[in-house]
């Protein structure tokens, strides 16, 4: 098997880009798609980033994930905008969705988003820090459609996805974005799989074995029968997840986790945003008074063995300079697989990563 590695993130990019053209992809797509991946390993979240080559490659190959597909509009009644994605990309057909709705909000003040239909999204905040940009705030839900892996609170068995919410405020004359981006389960399972990979137990009070009794061994999500990740926060976790898949899956999309919408090899991200332009309400007030609550949060003591208070949005960001400058780490199952999967399509993988 290959070794993990440290691989500049553009070289990196390039490959992963390189992949998915050969899969099929226009090379706009393959790029887009990349650089999200990369992405998301730049900012501490591996579980979304290159790692997912591999379940990509495996899903078109069984017919789920179609290439070159986009947002197709089925239903665009202000503020209301429904999205089909056809089962395409997910980082093409929700930012090409998020953009739409984003036009919307600036024009008319708020739009209501729809999105289904789209294989797996990623990064959820990729798409808040786009309308943040916009000088907008957007609240996202997304349901994930797939095996489920999360129990709910109380239960010894997986009933939702890791169904992940987002909110994201803009920038302000003293402070950048805030950005708010989380799963409702209290790890993601990719990392349970990185963590596997790399012989490693996850921290305690995260999982729960087949029977429901809490364990450290990321290997029981993938056993049979599996185990399951536990909702963060208990009772409060789980009543986001539920609100997800109501929103995004029953409400947006029609598709929530229920077995009859299971399908073996299938994944499905649903989502509801609402996405609308603050100065509607608050004109440029909100931002003094923003950068007033932010400055008194950074201003509180640190606890001890603490670094201090961060603002969420900013561990992403320092991650992302360090990485830039550093390198991405990429843990040896994934560099297996894109070695595995470049090879197949005859790439010189090592001359693309290193040479």
């Given at each position: 098997?290959s070794?993990?590695?440290?691989?500049a993130?553009d070289?990196?990019?390039?490959l992963?880009?390189a992949?998915?053209?050969g899969?099929?992809?226009?090379p706009?797509?393959?790029?887009e798609?990349?650089?999200?991946?990369?992405?998301?390993?730049?900012?501490?979240h591996?579980?979304?980033?290159?790692?997912?080559?591999e379940i990509?490659?495996?899903?078109?190959?069984?017919?789920?994930?179609?290439?070159?597909?986009h947002?197709e509009?089925?239903?665009d009644d202000?503020?209301f905008?429904v999205?089909d994605?056809?089962?395409?990309?997910g980082q093409?057909?929700?930012r090409?969705?998020?953009?739409?709705?984003?036009?919307?909000?600036?024009?008319?003040?708020?739009s209501?988003?729809?999105?289904?239909?789209?294989?797996h999204?990623?990064r959820?905040?990729?798409?808040g820090?786009?309308?943040a940009?916009a000088?907008?705030?957007?609240i996202?839900?997304?349901?994930v459609?797939?095996?489920?892996?999360?129990?709910?609170?109380?239960g010894?068995?997986?009933?939702?996805?890791?169904?992940?919410?987002?909110?994201?405020?803009?920038?302000?004359?003293?402070?950048?974005?805030?950005?708010?981006?989380?799963?409702t389960?209290a790890?993601?399972?990719?990392?349970?799989?990185?963590?596997m990979?790399?012989?490693?137990?996850?921290?305690?009070?995260?999982?729960?074995?087949?029977d429901?009794?809490?364990t450290?061994?990321?290997?029981?999500?993938?056993s049979?029968?599996?185990?399951s990740?536990?909702?963060f926060?208990?009772h409060?976790?789980?009543?986001?997840?539920?609100?997800?898949?109501?929103?995004?899956?029953?409400?947006?999309s029609?598709?929530?986790?229920?077995p009859?919408?299971?399908?073996a090899?299938?994944?499905?991200?649903n989502?509801l945003?609402?996405?609308?332009?603050p100065?509607?309400?608050?004109?440029?007030?909100?931002?003094d008074?923003?950068?007033?609550?932010l400055?008194?949060l950074?201003?509180t003591?640190?606890?001890?063995?603490?670094?201090?208070?961060?603002?969420?949005?900013e561990?992403?960001a320092?991650?992302?300079?360090?990485?830039q400058?550093?390198?991405?780490?990429?843990?040896?199952?994934?560099?297996a697989?894109?070695h595995?999967?470049g090879?197949?399509?005859?790439l010189d993988?090592?001359?693309?990563?290193?040479?």
């Amino acid at each position: 098997m290959s070794t993990g590695a440290v691989v500049a993130a553009d070289r990196l990019e390039q490959l992963v880009a390189a992949i998915f053209r050969g899969t099929g992809s226009a090379p706009e797509e393959a790029e887009e798609v990349a650089r999200h991946l990369v992405e998301a390993d730049l900012t501490g979240h591996a579980s979304h980033g290159v790692t997912q080559v591999e379940i990509y490659v495996r899903s078109q190959r069984l017919g789920h994930l179609q290439p070159n597909r986009h947002a197709e509009i089925v239903r665009d009644d202000p503020p209301f905008l429904v999205v089909d994605g056809g089962i395409g990309f997910g980082q093409v057909i929700a930012r090409e969705a998020i953009d739409l709705a984003s036009e919307r909000a600036k024009a008319a003040g708020v739009s209501i988003l729809a999105l289904r239909y789209a294989h797996h999204i990623g990064r959820l905040g990729a798409y808040g820090e786009r309308c943040a940009a916009a000088g907008l705030i957007a609240i996202l839900f997304a349901n994930v459609v797939s095996i489920p892996r999360v129990a709910p609170f109380g239960g010894a068995r997986s009933r939702l996805g890791t169904n992940p919410i987002c909110i994201a405020f803009p920038a302000t004359p003293r402070n950048p974005p805030v950005l708010v981006d989380f799963a409702t389960s209290a790890i993601a399972g990719n990392k349970c799989r990185i963590a596997m990979a790399k012989g490693e137990e996850v921290a305690e009070g995260l999982l729960q074995d087949a029977d429901g009794n809490p364990t450290r061994d990321p290997g029981v999500i993938f056993s049979e029968p599996a185990g399951s990740l536990r909702p963060f926060g208990g009772h409060k976790g789980y009543g986001l997840a539920l609100a997800c898949e109501i929103l995004a899956g029953a409400i947006a999309s029609g598709v929530p986790t229920l077995p009859q919408n299971l399908r073996a090899g299938r994944f499905l991200n649903n989502a509801l945003a609402f996405v609308f332009d603050p100065t509607r309400i608050a004109g440029t007030q909100w931002q003094d008074l923003t950068d007033s609550v932010l400055e008194n949060l950074r201003d509180t003591p640190p606890s001890p063995g603490s670094d201090g208070v961060l603002i969420p949005g900013e561990p992403e960001a320092q991650r992302r300079r360090v990485l830039q400058r550093e390198g991405v780490p990429v843990d040896p199952v994934t560099m297996a697989a894109l070695h595995r999967i470049g090879g197949e399509l005859g790439l010189d993988v090592t001359a693309q990563l290193f040479g």
